[in-house]
């Protein structure tokens, strides 16, 4: 989930499937990871979060999963639905209260 | 609550004039976080408080910009003089204390555009 510019990366997924959102995080010392989702015209709003003593979290509709050796962050979004439509932001934290984001992963549902 | 609380919504200004954005927090939070969002370089974090105090600025990009938070429900970012390449999204954001509550409430943030 990289930003590559003006280009975000784009996941176009049918209503109704599941969609997977991948994102690489560049500091092994960080400590919370967090995704946050931004529609059109608004803020960022949480999702869900993650600290680095685990490897999964469950929410409404929502896995985060963590794996800290290859420091990879991936966000997993049960039946997908048109209200799912968004840009969304993977973000980690490692000293102080700075938290970094990444790119934004740009997801389309089709209906 | 209301959310963070951005405005204005909009801001439309020439080159050279001051820009103030203004924010107020969720209250109760200790931090309070400004960002800039681009298309060309995403979510930078520019500054932020805690208690009201800068914390880390190294974000700001230039002298330039400018922050305050004079109490704890009120902070400004202000931009003098202002210029094209200034134009994004700026975001407000607050939180918690680390560890209690780390994830941060974004407003709905400020559209500059600097012709």
């Known amino acids: 989930g990289e930003s590559v510019g003006l280009h975000l990366p784009t996941l176009s997924v049918q209503e109704g499937d599941n969609s997977i959102i991948n994102c690489a995080y560049s500091n092994s010392a960080s400590d919370y990871f967090i995704w946050y989702k931004q529609e059109s015209g608004k803020g960022p709003q949480f999702i869900i979060d993650i600290r680095s003593n685990m490897d999964k979290r469950q929410g409404q509709r929502v896995t985060v999963l963590l794996n800290k050796t290859v420091k990879h962050l991936s966000l997993q979004i049960a039946a997908t639905q048109p209200g799912d439509s968004a840009v969304y932001f993977c973000a980690e934290k490692a000293a102080g209260n700075k938290l970094t984001f990444g790119g934004g992963t740009r997801v389309l549902v089709k209906p | 609550d209301a959310g963070v609380i951005q405005s204005p919504r909009h801001e439309v200004t020439e080159m050279g004039q001051e820009v103030t954005l203004r924010c107020k927090p969720i209250?109760?939070?200790?931090?309070l976080f400004w960002y800039r969002q681009t298309m060309m370089r995403g979510l930078e974090l520019l500054i932020y408080?805690?208690?009201?105090?800068?914390?880390?600025d190294s974000g700001m990009p230039e002298d330039r910009f400018s922050a305050k938070m004079p109490n704890a429900s009120f902070s400004t970012l202000k931009i003098q003089p202002s210029e094209p390449r200034d134009s994004a999204v700026y975001f407000c954001?607050?939180?918690?204390?680390?560890?209690?509550?780390?994830?941060?409430?974004f407003g709905s943030g400020t559209q500059l555009s600097v012709l």
């Open positions: 408080f805690n208690n009201n105090v800068p914390i880390d």
């Open positions: 954001a607050s939180s918690d204390k680390p560890g209690l509550n780390e994830k941060l409430f």
């Open positions: 209250s109760g939070h200790d931090y």
